[in-house]
């Protein structure tokens, strides 16, 4: 039944998780704001880093965090410093390297941190990481943090799941350090609204993932953007690559991408709580409709914009929440599109990987350091 896959418990407890997040985080929030604190006003720059999805998660914060004390923060996956860290760091680089890491033991993820080490002058870590038994959890040094999220985090199928959620939310978290106490209620907002979400729209996802549609693409603006590159992999990687995936700006689709859409398309709007962004999103949502046929159209919102969808996802959350918490509120329409459509296709949701491409942590990365 789908009730006893572990992706599904996973999607499900997010709204759950987060609140466990958030404690840990308040909890800690002296040796945290110390933390930063010491080295932000040492001048050093901040890097958001992972692999595949958990570079995905500082793709969709670079722009989010424009007014927390991470503003300017770069997002430079692992797997591009590894091959040649030279591009970004020299020994006059003062470099706090935040990492995003599921299980802690990805060669990309140890060789980043390792590369990064040799090439900059000065270098400290946060590592945000779901498994305390990883290599990276096991770190010590003065310029080490290490932020271990519940362990249900930890997530067991192929999937990131609750690990992405959880650790984009807990780098913002971090980021609001100082402001963590009244933040809370955003997070307490957040976390229901989705899981009033999740109960209301599961049944109409798992009906649409019955249509027959080979390619899907996935739009949205400034932190929507990176959500919509993580929304893309989820529903690829759980259906073994049978559903080819695409994502893009809104406005920069027009610029060629736009050739993708067929009639065997579904398109999923990630739609901009700002009503000055959302009148680019508008436009283009209209003009796909008027020139272009589809199999689907998902709309995922705060509120109904009103354009003609097969699904319309309404999230329900006030539009003053920042954009660095209430990105994160998109992302569970793609999970469980993935996953009712692996399902659907007669996969397992939870190891979808027939071909063995890809497994729960990469192997065969030979570090050349």
């Known amino acids: 039944m789908t009730q006893d896959l572990h992706t599904y418990k996973e999607i499900k407890q997010q709204p759950k998780v987060w609140l466990e997040a958030c404690e840990i985080i308040l909890k800690r929030k002296n040796e945290i704001k110390t933390f930063i604190d010491k080295h932000i006003s040492e001048g050093f720059e901040i890097v958001m880093t992972g692999a595949g999805t958990s570079a995905y998660i500082g793709d969709a914060l670079e722009p989010a965090l424009f007014d927390t004390r991470f503003r300017g923060a770069r997002a430079i996956a692992t797997t591009d410093i590894l091959t040649a860290p030279e591009f970004y760091f020299d020994k006059s680089s003062k470099v706090m390297l935040i990492s995003f890491a599921r299980s802690g033991n990805s060669p990309e993820s140890i060789g980043a941190v390792k590369a990064v080490e040799a ?72 976390s229901e609204c989705v899981r009033n979400a999740m109960e209301k729209y599961e049944n109409d996802i798992e009906q649409l993932t019955r249509r027959d549609f080979k390619r899907a693409i996935f739009l949205g603006s400034g932190p929507l953007q990176g ?39 579904l398109m999923v709007y990630l739609m901009s709580p700002k009503e000055k962004i959302r009148r680019y999103e508008l436009d283009l949502i209209r003009q796909i409709q008027a020139n272009n046929t589809v199999k689907a159209s998902v709309v995922v919102c705060l509120k109904d914009p009103g354009v003609p969808a097969d699904l319309c996802v309404e999230l329900g959350f006030d539009e003053d929440i920042p954009a660095c918490y209430g990105c994160v509120a998109y992302v569970f329409t793609a999970q469980m599109l993935g996953m009712f459509k692996s399902i659907n296709s007669g996969l397992c949701p939870d190891s979808p990987s027939v071909s063995g491409n890809i497994s729960r942590v990469v192997e065969g990365v030979t570090l050349y350091i």
């Open 227 to 265: 959500v919509a590159e993580e929304s893309r992999l989820k529903l690829q990687e759980l259906t073994d690559g049978a559903v080819m995936c695409a994502f893009d700006s809104f406005l920069g689709f027009r610029h060629g991408p736009k050739a993708l859409v067929n009639p065997e398309s």
């Open 119 to 190: 090439t900059a002058g000065k270098v400290a870590h946060i590592f945000i990481t779901c498994n305390a038994e990883g290599e990276l959890a096991k770190r010590k040094g003065d310029n080490v943090l290490c932020i271990l999220l519940p362990p249900e985090t930890n997530d067991l199928s192929l999937a990131m799941t609750s690990s992405y959620s959880t650790m984009l939310l807990s780098c913002s978290m971090i980021a609001n350090i100082d402001n963590l106490e009244t933040h809370k209620t955003y997070i307490r907002t957040l």
